[in-house]
């Protein structure tokens, strides 16, 4: 059996601290859940067969499961039932993956998946300690980002912070900082492009009086951007200004086999015709989608010359120029609405941000072919082929 995107929409990604800090998770996720139903009138919501969601985080209001929650929220019938993934970065996309797969086997007909993330709202935690009533101090860790109540079992070059890790990758690789700044303004550039050209209209549902994604700066120049100081380093190159910012969104998918189009009322927008998963040290964590997709390409049965476009995550830039100039594809062809850079990387939701917006590129430029990849927090990477159902017939 095979398995098709149908749909795809999310909220604008919010800035830290920014226009969605108010909204708790599981209501960003029952929103874009809500709307993606409403874009399938024909579908009898007790058809939904299953809810596959995406977070990182897990430790605050999106704890007990929020993909179920979520779905709940959202009016679902209390029938269907729902489950979180946690890949870290990768957790929408590989919920995506998981839906693929109930759908290839057999097991479900219709699966709504994606993901969600308020870094903003993601809570301190305090060690429970040993004893009651400890006689020294205690230390309020902060779940936003990054490793947090490290097992000492683990070698200290696996747990070096996601900045540091890709400054190491920098060195290895040769990915100065002017290739990196002028990956970030492109990103910017692309992504303020596409909104005015109203690429994001029917991908995006305003969220809390939000309508467009929160962290673009059109106007930046890499005067702006040469003059920030790096984030990790004294000597280092990676700044606030060519790394992905802290963010707030969610973002949904409706999934299904080809029988799904007359319970949806839909008509799918492209097949999925692979998938890849990969991991290596953790420390080496940016590099891990290029065999990711190498594998996924493979499991399609085509090669790079086939790819028509890339939707690469942009956690950092410097990862992302590592695994483009690794993969030998043309750097035009990636990320031609923006990244993650420009419109941000709520941890959970991107995996989802990304497939959809490759599946809306490959119509609008009539590409047959597409790739969708992410890294993953130690040490792992996930990619995604799709082949556009139009470009195909």
């Not at 989608?289 to 010359?305: F, S, T, Y």
Request: charged share 20%; glycine share 12%.
């Amino acid at each position: 059996m095979t398995s098709y995107l149908y749909s795809a929409v999310r909220t604008p990604f919010g800035r830290f601290n920014g226009a969605l800090a108010g909204v708790r998770p599981d209501d960003l996720a029952a929103g874009v859940i809500a709307a993606l139903l409403e874009r399938a009138p024909g579908l009898d919501r007790a058809a939904v067969d299953e809810v596959v969601w995406g977070n990182a985080n897990g430790a605050g209001e999106e704890n007990r499961n929020v993909g179920r929650m979520a779905a709940l929220l959202a009016g679902l019938p209390t029938s269907v039932p729902g489950t979180t993934v946690n890949r870290l970065c990768g957790s929408s996309l590989d919920a995506a993956m998981i839906a693929s797969r109930a759908v290839e086997t057999g097991d479900a007909d219709v699966v709504l998946a994606g993901g969600v993330e308020s870094m903003t709202r993601a809570p301190w935690v305090l060690p429970k300690p040993a004893k009651g009533f400890p006689a020294g101090d205690l230390t309020a860790v902060s779940t936003t980002l990054g490793w947090r109540l490290v097992n000492p079992r683990m070698p200290e070059e696996w747990t070096v912070s996601l900045g540091e890790a890709n400054e190491r990758l920098q060195e290895k690789h040769g990915i100065s900082r002017e290739r990196q700044d002028a990956f970030a303004l492109r990103s910017h550039k692309l992504a303020a492009a596409a909104w005015d050209a109203g690429f994001y209209d029917d991908l995006v549902v305003p969220t809390e009086g939000l309508a467009r994604d929160e962290g673009i700066r059109a106007d930046s120049s890499l005067d702006k951007l040469a003059a920030l100081k790096p984030s990790f380093r004294p000597d280092g190159t990676i700044t606030a200004g060519n790394a992905s910012p802290l963010s707030d969104g969610a973002s949904a998918l409706l999934i299904g086999s080809a029988a799904a189009a007359d319970r949806t009322g839909l008509q799918p927008l492209a097949r999925i015709a692979g998938r890849g998963a990969f991991a290596l040290d953790p420390q080496d964590f940016g590099y891990a989608p290029v065999e990711a997709a190498n594998r996924a390409l493979a499991r399609a049965g085509i090669g790079w010359d086939a790819v028509g476009a890339v939707e690469l995550n942009e956690a950092f830039a410097v990862q992302s120029l590592a695994c483009v100039d690794a993969w030998g594809v043309d750097p035009e062809i990636v990320n031609t609405r923006g990244g993650a850079i420009a419109l941000g990387h709520p941890l959970g939701a991107s995996g989802a941000r990304v497939l959809g917006t490759l599946a809306k590129v490959l119509r609008e430029r009539g590409e047959r072919w597409g790739v969708a990849a992410i890294c993953i927090g130690v040490g792992q990477g996930l990619a995604v082929v799709l082949e556009n159902v139009e470009a195909a017939a």
